[in-house]
């Protein structure tokens, strides 16, 4: 006869697959790049037909643009910052970072991405200590406070709206290219050239001819 498990140890052996299951869940969860896929997306970059720096010339232009500080700028990166004071006590910096990678002789993949950190304002008061007789020493407040901004928060803007719309605005920098190098990169057909010359030297009659002829 096949001897029964008791019921509490049963209990027990579920409890604790329940708690195991819920750990990996909530691992999951806490660890925000369990959820990256890389997938193949251009939520974050962009082929420009122009040479590197002309297009982060033109990413940087579009940044100056929007009133973004640009701390650095050169023909393969561009970085740049900007605050916002959405609440009285509560600051906001948004980092922009910027990489021009050239792909062959005349195309440039654009890569920008935007980090978002947020702030708030602590405040706190000074103290002094003040000897007293018989009493030892007592601390009290001055009238002097030191604030200070405290960094809470910080993640990388995920956003496809935003990069879409900055992607437009480099595109509305980006310089056309000439004629010449549109019918190089195969965008226009080339135009047929200019007609030659086509007047002959004059045939004089010959003799007893009538010119009229």
């Known amino acids: 006869m096949r001897s029964v498990a008791p019921l509490p140890r049963l209990a027990a052996v579920a409890v604790l697959l329940i708690l195991v299951s819920a750990c990996g869940h909530n691992t999951r969860e806490d660890v ?4 990256e896929s890389f997938d193949s997306d251009e939520t974050y970059s962009r082929t420009y037909e122009m040479p590197p720096a002309q297009v982060c010339s033109a990413a940087r232009l579009a940044l100056l643009g929007q009133g973004y500080a640009v701390g650095k700028a050169g023909d393969d990166a561009v970085e740049a910052t900007k605050n916002f004071q959405p609440e009285d006590e509560v600051h906001t910096q948004l980092s922009v970072r910027v990489s021009c990678v050239a792909r062959g002789n005349e195309r440039t993949l654009l890569f920008v991405s935007a980090l978002l950190d947020r702030y708030v304002l602590r405040k706190s ?22 604030d200070s901004l405290v960094r809470v928060a910080s993640s990388t803007v995920q ?20 004629p010449r190098e549109r019918v190089r990169s195969g965008d226009v ?14 045939v004089l009659p010959a003799d007893g001819e009538d010119p009229a002829r």
Request: aromatic residues 12%.
């Open 189 to 202: 057909p080339a135009e047929d050239p200019p007609p030659s010359d086509l007047r002959r030297t004059p």
């Open 159 to 178: 956003d496809g709206g935003f990069y879409r719309r900055f992607f437009e605005r480099v595109g509305y920098y980006v310089p056309s290219p000439s």
């Open 32 to 35: 925000p790049f369990m959820g």
């Open 125 to 146: 008061s000074s103290s002094a200590s003040l000897g007293v007789g018989g009493l030892g020493s007592v601390s009290l407040p001055v009238g002097s406070r030191e």
